[in-house]
């Protein structure tokens, strides 16, 4: 069973196993830092607001703002992974 | 009868998915109908010249998007707008102001709003109408299907903002006036110095380099962001749906299908409306700050 995966693993040359590594890492990296980020502004934006519940309103602008840049980040990678993929 | 309702969505969703598992695939590359979805084929070939301007897909989703949101302007905040709101009053003012307060106060100075605040607007409605129409099943695809003797083309989930030409020309639009206005404004030697911060003299060449690449960056982030949301999700949903045929087991449906679901459901009541808000906030954003750049 394994030995017919490696035989076949080894008859391919490599390069669809670099595209999706190329495109694994891609959304693997990009949504690493973007989960992060995602966090630390909805983190952030609990503690403002149970401090100040009377900004609600005014934060949550700003909330989503931010939200919809980090989340962008994946996206970014996303890309960059999907080229590799379709162009090399 | 909601749960019924449920139960029967979910049998929609399955059944086309059964269908086409039991069709045959070729072996090599069953995937590939997840990128065959955003090739874009003529359906009504115009060329001017050595402009192609040919109606496809993307250009169908797109008029129809024109319409719908010249549509939601008129209905909702022309038709019959009287003293005593109605439901349907009270939803335009409620567009209008989102559109005022979170996008155009935001970015734009107070003297500039009605100026662009019509451009910032129209392009929020636009935005998210065209998202919106992405995620409603229509009869726009360029496969088709044979019902009773006449073949029609089959329901499928498109959004035109998944392809980089629509949300690139949105964006070089924005681009382009956040420049124009800024030159307008300032006046063209004032506008160019704006860019640049206070800095030690060494560091000068180095730092405008930096804010010129930033400029031509806003152009890629303010186009990707949206493009790359739009395709990432209708992505997630036909992957999920297309392990169903990939690994030919219509069983994966108990799993595949509600992950689906609830993809969907998050991009449409969450990612549509952000990335419409976002793209007409920034796009503010960038002009006010062109217009007035000590801010």
């Given amino acids: 069973m394994l030995s017919t995966f ?10 669809d ?22 966090g630390n502004i909805f983190g952030s934006m609990i503690q403002a607001v149970a401090r100040q519940p009377e900004l609600r309103g005014e934060l949550q602008g ?16 996303l890309i960059g992974g999907l080229l590799a993929y379709v162009l090399v | 009868m909601k749960r019924l309702l449920v139960a029967l969505f979910g049998l929609a969703l399955v059944l086309p998915s059964v269908a086409l598992a039991a069709s045959d695939t070729a072996e090599e590359d069953k995937g590939a109908f997840i ?8 359906w009504i070939p115009i060329h001017l010249g050595p402009l192609d301007l040919s109606i496809n897909k993307a250009v169908a989703y797109l008029l129809l998007g024109a319409l719908c949101s010249c549509l939601i302007g008129i209905v909702f905040m022309r038709v019959k707008v009287g003293r005593e709101p109605t439901r349907r009053q009270a939803l335009g003012e409620t567009i209008y ?26 392009l929020m409605v636009f935005i998210w109408t065209v998202n919106m129409l992405g995620f409603i099943p229509l009869p726009l695809s360029d496969e088709k299907v044979t019902i009773f003797g ?38 063209s030697w004032n506008y160019l110095k704006s860019w640049i911060p206070d800095v030690p003299k060494p560091m000068l060449p180095l730092i405008i380099l930096l804010e010129v690449l930033g400029q031509f960056m806003r152009l890629i ?14 992505m997630l949903i036909l992957t999920f749906l297309g392990l169903i045929i990939v690994l030919e087991n219509a069983f994966l449906a108990i799993f595949a299908v509600p992950f689906a679901a609830v993809f969907y459901l998050f991009e449409v009541v969450i990612v549509v409306s952000i990335q419409a808000y976002i793209f007409a906030a920034l796009s503010a954003i960038y002009i006010g700050s062109a217009i007035e750049p000590d801010h």
Avoid at chain 2, 152 to 162: G, K, Q
Avoid at chain 2, 165 to 186: C, D, K, P, Q, Y
Wanted: hydrophobic fraction near 55%; charge should be negative; aromatic fraction near 8%.
């Fill in chain 2, 35 to 42: 990128s065959e979805e955003w090739d874009l084929h003529t």
């Fill in chain 2, 150 to 187: 006449v073949e029609l083309p089959t329901l499928a989930i498109f959004a035109a903002t998944s392809t980089l030409s629509v949300t690139l020309a949105l964006a070089l639009m924005t681009w382009t006036f956040t420049h124009v206005e800024g030159i307008r404004v300032n006046g």
């Fill in chain 2, 221 to 234: 982030s303010l186009s990707v962001r949206l493009y790359a949301n739009m395709l990432a999700g209708h």
């Fill in chain 1, 62 to 77: 700003i909330q989503w703002l931010g939200f919809a840049l980090t989340e962008a980040v994946v996206f970014y990678g």
């Fill in chain 2, 97 to 122: 102001e989102i559109a005022q307060v979170q996008v155009a106060e935001q970015g734009l100075p107070t003297h500039a709003i009605g100026r662009w605040f019509p451009y910032c607007a129209s």
């Fill in chain 1, 6 to 15: 490696l035989v076949l693993a080894a008859a391919d040359d490599g390069v």
């Fill in chain 1, 17 to 38: 196993a670099g595209k999706a590594i190329a495109l694994a890492l891609g959304i693997g990296l990009g949504s690493l830092g973007a989960g992060i980020g995602i």
